[in-house]
């Protein structure tokens, strides 16, 4: 896995583009060693066991409680700021 992160960061610089490690996170599914560390020019990359991208919750396990949960919040929130307008009738 170190070996792709480098081939990758190396082959990024050449089309002029490098990545931000403290930006990076990893997420693992099935990895044996509990602890991995992993480092992207010389930084060590968070592990997490689940975040969120463009949205959607992900989570290590690959289940998709996660993601109704936040869904289910996102909804009462929404719909909580709509009380507003049924008081104004």
Not at 1 to 10: E, S, T, Y
Not at 16 to 41: E, H, I, R
């Amino acid at each position: 896995m170190q070996f792709a992160l480098n081939q990758l960061a190396i082959n990024v610089r050449g089309y002029g583009m490098c990545f931000a490690p403290s930006k990076c996170k990893v997420l693992l599914q099935d990895w044996q060693d509990s602890n991995p560390v992993l480092t992207l020019d010389g930084e060590q990359i968070e592990v997490v066991k689940k975040f969120v991208y463009l949205g959607s919750c992900i989570s290590a396990g690959g289940g998709v409680s996660d993601e109704i949960n936040a869904r289910i919040v996102k909804a009462r929130a929404a719909y909580a700021n709509l009380g507003h307008l049924c008081r104004l009738r």
